[in-house]
């Protein structure tokens, strides 16, 4: 049978690094979190991982609306992801604000029409966001650009631009 040039795995072929990891501790700080600033999620079902050693080197954290597939085989609407090597170095108060951030991402809204439940992303100029500022200042922001700046060794100019 003649080779075909296509299926033939020469050449370079880049894996990435990250690591996925389930993060019990993280579920149990944000169950926390939405008890205590009584955040409504719905049915919205939510994973909780860790990325090692990181998400990016200016990406702190993130929310994503699960698609489908990933649906299918989580059983999970949303998905929290947080650099892990960050996660490890941070004190349990910042965890929890990092964690009150993201899950103000979540939006199910509930359509009358349909009578189902519609899984939305909230972009950050939410009021709610500026809630949190309000009450609880920007010390917890400037913590997080502060670690994953020693973290990775970061200029001035660089640790601005990290986010969550």
């Known amino acids: 049978m003649p080779q075909n040039d296509r299926l033939d795995p020469t050449g370079d072929i880049k894996l990435t690094d990250k690591q996925l990891t389930e993060s019990p501790e993280m579920q149990e700080v944000a169950e926390e979190v939405i008890e205590m600033h009584k955040i409504e999620l719905g049915p919205a079902e939510i994973g909780y991982l860790l990325v090692y050693p990181n998400i990016s080197k200016q990406k702190a954290a993130k929310c994503i609306k699960a698609n ?3 649906k299918h085989y989580s059983g ?3 998905l929290i992801e947080i650099s892990g090597d960050l996660w490890d170095m941070l004190d349990g ?3 929890k604000m990092l964690l009150y951030h ?16 519609k899984m939305k992303l909230r972009k950050p100029d939410f009021s709610d966001f500026y809630e ?3 009450k609880f200042g920007n010390e917890w922001y400037k913590t997080i650009q502060a670690t994953v700046s020693s973290l990775y060794d970061l200029d001035p100019r660089q640790e ?3 986010s969550v």
Request: cysteine-free; aromatic content about 10%.
């Open 68 to 70: 489908r597939e990933v």
């Open 76 to 78: 999970n609407d949303y």
């Open 93 to 95: 108060d910042t965890k």
């Open 102 to 117: 993201q899950l103000l991402h979540i939006d199910p809204v509930f359509k009358a029409k349909n009578q189902e439940w």
């Open 132 to 134: 949190i500022n309000d």
């Open 160 to 162: 601005g631009k990290v």
